[in-house]
């Protein structure tokens, strides 16, 4: 038997790989597939719990947590294509109209 | 055995993230996310989520991946970033954080050191138990979601129809659609 703890690592590792990926990319679409990826972890986590405790309604949230995961990702995505028809550049540190 | 398989998968998803971060072409790294997204399917079928693993593969490998790499091949982003940094001392300090981040996750992961659980009832999430709590338990954020869903595509439409006209143009279009 797994050990559920070792399951709740590798979700935290795979937390940690999402929000290095956030600080260290700067092409806006591998910053958002970094953000899927912590999503995911937090998912699995998640899993964890409903096996380790026996009850659905960990998968249950999962479930929703991937609905609002595929709608996050359309708007996201059509804002995206949105500012890059203005700035031309998916660089984020190009987009920097509101900086003080 | 389940430890194995285990192990496995998981050295196979941290190498799928881990090469998503490193790759300098977008593409790549939208397959190293699909590589990292199918071992997580599998570690949700170890975890007794058959429903889960179907879903995962659906609608993240099967969308999202692909809604990510329309949008890549779309705006051509899959250069490779340009090499002058703002500012020097950002992406150690990002490692560094993130590293520290990690500590303070596996000492909380690693506390409590707990025994594999032994699964009372193999089938405690099949998918008929989760049609049977999705739809009397859980029905109101199931119609909620739904129009989260509506939400999201009319957002998507109005962002499309909102960005890229110009102001002449835009009523002229408007006016001989119907």
Known sequence: MVPTSYYILLSALLFTLGVAGVLIRRNALVLFMSV???????????????????????????????????????VGLALLVAIFRTKQTTDVDEIHSLKG | MELVIFLIT????????????????????????????????VLYVLLYAPFLFVIQLIVYAGAIIVLFLFVVMLLGAERAEDTRERFAWQRPLGVSLAAILLGLLGYLALRNPSAGATVADQHFAAPERIAEALFTTYLLPFEITAFLLLAAIVGVVVLHMAGGREPGTENRELRTRN
């Open chain 1, 36 to 74: 899927e990826l912590m999503l995911n972890s937090a998912n699995l986590a998640l899993v964890t719990f409903a096996m380790a405790r026996q009850d659905i309604a960990g998968q249950i949230v999962v479930f929703f947590v991937i609905v609002v995961a595929a709608a996050e990702v359309a």
């Open chain 2, 10 to 41: 998981a050295v196979v998803a941290i190498a799928g993230a881990v090469a998503m971060l490193l790759s300098p072409n977008a593409i790549h790294s939208a397959i190293f996310l699909l590589i990292n997204f199918v071992a997580i399917s």
